[in-house]
Nanobody, 124 residues
Framework: QVQLVESGGGSVQAGGSLRLSCAAS????????RGWFRQAPGKERKGVAA????????YYADSVKGRFTISQDNAKNMVYLQMNSLKPEDTAMYYC?????????????????WGQGTQVTVSS
C-alpha cells in the first residue's frame, strides 16, 4: 500500500502561481510513476503531468505545457507540481496518483493509489 497526501492548493488570481506537494509513504518501491490529475465539477478526471521516479522522465498535458513543471525529491518521497501563469480554466481539485503505469500516463486507470486531493481555484 502507498499513502499519498497532497498540499499546497489555494485561491489565486489569474496569472499567479501555486506549488502543489505530494508526500508518499508506505510501499513506495511498488510504484515508480507519480501523476497529477485534476477534476472540475461535473467533468472527468484528467491527467496533468506525470514523472517516472526511476529516471525522472516527465509527461505533460498539452494544456499545461510551458506553464506547469513536475519534479521530485526521491530522498523525501515527494513529488511537486509548480504551476505558473494560472488560468481560470485550471480551477479544479488536484489529485496525486502513484502506480506502475499499467497504461498511458494520462489514464487514471493506470494508477493504483490516490490522494484525497487539494483544491485549486483561479479567479479572473
Amino acid at each position: 500500500q502507498v499513502q499519498l497526501v497532497e498540499s499546497g492548493g489555494g485561491s489565486v488570481q489569474a496569472g499567479g502561481s501555486l506549488r502543489l506537494s505530494c508526500a508518499a509513504s508506505g510501499a513506495t518501491y511498488s510504484s515508480n510513476y507519480r501523476g497529477w490529475f485534476r477534476q472540475a465539477p461535473g467533468k472527468e478526471r484528467k491527467g496533468v503531468a506525470a514523472i517516472y521516479t526511476g529516471g525522472g522522465g516527465t509527461y505533460y498535458a498539452d494544456s499545461v505545457k510551458g506553464r506547469f513543471t513536475i519534479s521530485q525529491d526521491n530522498a523525501k518521497n515527494m513529488v511537486y507540481l509548480q504551476m505558473n501563469s494560472l488560468k481560470p480554466e485550471d480551477t479544479a481539485m488536484y489529485y496525486c496518483a502513484a502506480g506502475r503505469l499499467g497504461g498511458r500516463w494520462e489514464n487514471p486507470l493506470a494508477y493504483d493509489y490516490w490522494g484525497q486531493g487539494t483544491q485549486v481555484t483561479v479567479s479572473s
